[in-house]
């Protein structure tokens, strides 16, 4: 580095396993778009070994986006959490304070919102709505879905017991549990969000397609081929649109990004560029 240069900020990505993340390529782009240097790196590093990974890295670093399997343990690494975080009980981002001290952030449920709101076209306020899975992809998404105005969230599980402990932490009386084989006598919805692990682990998904109708956005939040079943399905329900979480990912990466830099950076054309290159 030539003297009187700084050298660039470092930041990185901690997944397991982590090739697939497109981390690296959105915060190359903000920065570019934002005139920011930085350096972002992805690193994959295996449950065990994570805690010590992320203190080192982020001990000569400003934040690290965290993401399977290390959510929950980025959380209870951290010295503060912001309330998003500590609803969903797992974060997404962890930033280094003035300190020292690490801050866990979940801007998950936040990207999508947007994603939704605004991209999609798919209004939340009054809505009935059916998250499939109560994992943590779940939790993080779903305060955000009660916030946004939806009139109710029916939240189905394979494991009935995390679906009705995550509806017990909700809360509210507009979030309910129901057993998965009372799928096909739920009736129809106005969104209906993937959140399952099925598209990641490749294993078949059978949904009744009355769960559909020509008004229901379906929406994947993983991306990719892992969203490839749930799209097929909602397409041949009838669904008005079948969304992955691509646009989620940028939405909440953009959170991030602003709250490292001070500056959100605009979103839109970093989804086009991706969108065009997983296409």
């Keep these: 580095m030539p003297p009187g240069i700084d050298p660039p900020a470092r930041y990185a990505v901690f997944g397991h396993p982590i090739s697939h993340s497109l981390s690296p390529a959105i915060h190359r782009l903000f920065g570019e778009q934002c005139g920011i240097a930085l350096e972002y790196t992805a690193f994959d590093v295996a449950p065990d070994a994570f805690a010590d990974a992320v203190r080192r890295f982020l001990a000569r670093a400003h934040g690290a986006n965290i993401t399977l399997p290390h959510k929950a343990a980025a ?5 503060e959490r912001t309330p998003a975080a500590s609803r969903a009980g797992s974060a997404n ?3 280094r304070l003035a300190d020292g001290r690490l801050a866990a952030h979940n801007t998950d449920g936040a990207g999508l919102v947007r994603d939704l709101a605004g991209r999609q076209q798919c209004a939340l306020q009054g809505r009935r ?9 779940a939790r993080g998404v779903a305060w955000e879905l009660l916030d946004a105005g939806v009139e109710e969230l029916t939240i189905v599980n394979r494991t009935a017991d995390a679906a009705a402990a995550l509806a017990g932490a909700l809360g509210v009386t507009r979030a309910r549990a129901r057993y998965w084989q009372d799928l096909a006598d739920l009736g129809s919805f106005d969104l209906i969000v993937h959140a399952t692990s099925a598209g990641v682990l490749g294993q078949p998904l059978a949904l009744p397609p009355g769960l559909a109708n020509p008004q229901t956005v379906g929406y994947d939040l993983s991306y990719g081929r ?13 669904a008005r649109s079948a969304c992955d979480g691509l646009g989620m990912l940028v939405e909440q990466a953009a959170d991030a990004f602003a709250l490292w830099h001070g500056r959100r950076p ?10 065009a290159t997983l296409a």
């Excluded at 892992?226 to 009838?238: N, P």
């Design 226 to 238: 892992s969203a490839q079943s749930f799209l097929a399905w909602a397409r041949s329900a009838g």
């Design 75 to 79: 959380f209870a690494l951290a010295d």
């Design 129 to 137: 709505v059916l998250l499939l899975g109560a994992g943590g992809a």
């Design 93 to 95: 981002v962890l930033t």
């Design 266 to 275: 605009d979103t839109d054309p970093v989804y086009a560029q991706l969108r």
